[in-house]
């Protein structure tokens, strides 16, 4: 599954970063890392951007920057 399918309040584990090496070290500079838990705040209105948060930081993201990121549902979210 998709960072991008989640629903708002819905937490994930990150299993795979797909992404050219450019968006890799964005994403990790935030903390966006194999095996980090996020949990999903909110979607812009059009859904064009998703707000995650990664334990007391919130990161937004692009959907298609979502939509290369591999989540594994899980039930509840660590603080």
């Known amino acids: ?3 991008d399918a989640l629903h708002r309040g819905d937490c994930a584990k990150i299993l ?7 968006l890799r070290h964005r994403l990790y500079s935030f903390g966006i890392v194999r095996g ?3 949990k999903v705040v909110a979607f812009s209105i059009k859904k064009k951007t ?3 948060a990664l334990g007391r930081s ?3 993201l692009r ?3 979502a ?3 591999s989540v594994e549902k899980v039930e509840e979210c660590q603080e």
């Open 67 to 69: 939509r290369k990121i």
């Open 16 to 22: 795979k970063i797909e992404c050219d090496e450019q």
């Open 36 to 38: 980090a838990q996020v």
């Open 58 to 60: 919130k990161v937004a």
């Open 63 to 65: 959907i298609d920057e």
């Open 1 to 3: 599954m998709k960072l």
């Open 50 to 52: 998703i707000e995650i």
